[in-house]
């Protein structure tokens, strides 16, 4: 089976740093994702990360350790747009779906950025 | 230019209706999806679908049944609505191969359809 935790909430002031952690179990792992969830629209595409290490995109970086089943969002110089839940999901390859294994979301993270 | 979309935006209806969400991908892509996110949020996989495979998640009710047209559509028909089948179903669509290579084969969201089964 499969498992995937990431804190309900954090809050943080803009400007600031905040890093979201995710732990996972997975029997097939196939890769870990970020995915940002404003309120009442879809999840958009953040990052993905399928070795170890860490992947950096503008004011988002994410890292992986395989070994810990272990990831992180790192978010830099907060934004009040940056208010959102954010979901980690990994591909579990032990659970077929698309063409390298479904997608398992955690239940994501609601972030609030306070002036 | 929407890459994947969805219709209606908003459903509501009775219980024991049937009632069909239509989605449509101009990606090109080669495989789609079903999710369901509930009230908490969580955002569950209900099917995949490419021109080879049906995945069905074991968890849904046979009620749901993808339909599938052509590679570009993903339709989702739900017979004899039940309360808990409110929630906000979300398609998806994703592309394995990129000129040869496998590619991550990130999965890209349509703008969801919110469904009250009242």
């Known amino acids: 089976g499969q498992n995937i935790d990431q804190p309900t909430e954090m809050t943080a002031t803009e400007g600031a740093i905040v890093q979201i952690n995710c732990t996972y179990q997975t029997s097939g792992f196939n890769g870990l994702f970020w995915y940002q969830q404003h309120a009442g629209e879809a999840p958009t595409f953040l990052s993905y990360n399928v070795l170890d290490g860490l992947e950096e995109k503008g004011r988002f970086s994410s890292f992986l350790s395989r070994s810990k089943g272990y990831s992180y969002l790192l978010l830099k110089e907060l934004q009040m747009k940056d208010s959102a839940s954010y979901l980690c999901a990994v591909r579990d390859l032990s659970r077929r779906g698309g063409s390298q294994g479904n997608l398992i979301f955690g239940k994501g993270t609601k972030l609030s950025v306070k002036p | 230019d929407t890459a994947v979309s969805q219709t209606p935006k908003y459903l509501v209806t009775q219980m024991g209706n049937d009632k069909s969400i239509k989605c449509e991908q101009n990606l090109g892509h080669d495989t789609m999806y079903w999710y369901k996110q509930d009230s908490k949020k969580f955002l569950k996989i209900m099917f995949s679908y490419n021109n080879k495979e049906l995945i069905i998640n074991e968890t849904v009710p046979n009620r749901f049944s993808p339909k599938s047209p052509d590679k570009a559509h993903l339709n989702l028909h739900i017979n004899s609505l039940e309360l808990g089948d409110s929630a906000v179903y979300f398609c998806?669509?994703?592309?394995?191969?990129?000129?040869?290579?496998?590619?991550?084969?990130?999965?890209?969201f349509g703008p969801g359809t919110r469904l009250t089964v009242l």
């Open positions: 998806a669509s994703s592309q394995a191969r990129t000129s040869g290579v496998w590619g991550p084969d990130t999965q890209y």
